[in-house]
């Protein structure tokens, strides 16, 4: 049997999505969606950091950070996109957000499309104690 991570997180967060993209279409940036994004987040209350810096642990190396569009609730990270179709490499980058992380969830919604297009990124390794 399967069953949905933060579904009441997950439906509200992607209602909100769909509000944008039935507003707006497919033909802005992706500046432009992740601003609308964030505009909804303010008239709505949702707690959320907005391009947070999340460090790779390698060893002692140095490496870049990740910085992914959003954190939201502090449990879903929402990557936003603006392309011909949401690739393997968003899906990668998406799973190495939830793997420093931690966060039991990532989504990537790309507003290209004349539909919503979006991926869940589930956590393999997520407490699952926490977040079920």
């Known amino acids: 049997m399967s069953y949905l991570i933060l579904p009441q997180e997950s439906y509200k967060l992607m209602g909100m999505l769909f509000e944008v993209h039935n507003a707006m279409g497919p033909i802005y940036e992706e500046k432009h969606y992740v601003d ?45 996109k603006a392309k011909r179709y949401i690739q393997l490499s968003d899906i990668r980058q998406m799973s190495r957000y939830i793997k420093e992380t931690g966060l039991p969830l990532g989504i990537i919604a790309n507003f290209k499309r004349k539909k919503l297009e979006y991926k869940r990124i589930i956590n393999p390794n997520r407490n699952k104690n926490k977040w079920s």
């Open 36 to 80: 609308a994004v964030e505009a909804i987040f303010k008239r709505e209350g949702v707690n959320y950091i907005r391009e947070k810096r999340i460090k790779l642990h390698f060893k002692n190396l140095k490496v870049p950070n990740f910085i992914p569009d959003f954190i939201v609730w502090d449990c879903i990270i929402l990557d936003i």
